[in-house]
């Protein structure tokens, strides 16, 4: 997992190539996305979602996948969306005339 977290953040840091997500608007056969900060996240939160459904069900057991091996991923940190500067009352006392 510490490899898996290492590569993940190094694509993210020189810009290179997914090995598993790949865009559809990226030519015929779907090629590659870059991977970002973004996607880093992404991939993180997605793959402990997985990783601790498997282990609340005990499917991680059953295949053998260690705990320590599950929580060692950590959480992405990217933000989405836009910042709010306001709360939303100053913002409609902003707006209004």
């Excluded at 953040?9 to 973004?38: C, F, M, W, Y």
């Excluded at 997985?50 to 599950?70: H, M, N």
């Amino acid at each position: 997992m510490i490899d898996f977290v290492a590569d993940q953040r190094h694509r993210a840091e020189h810009g290179l190539p997914s090995l598993g997500v790949h865009a559809k608007n990226r030519g015929p056969d779907g090629g590659p996305t870059i991977v970002t900060k973004g996607t880093v996240s992404w991939t993180f939160n997605g793959a402990r979602r997985v990783l601790r459904t498997a282990l609340d069900s005990g499917g991680a057991e059953r295949v053998g996948l260690d705990r320590g091996f599950i929580v060692t991923l950590p959480h992405g940190d990217a933000r989405s969306g836009r910042r709010r500067p306001f709360s939303d009352s100053v913002a409609r006392a902003l707006a209004d005339e």
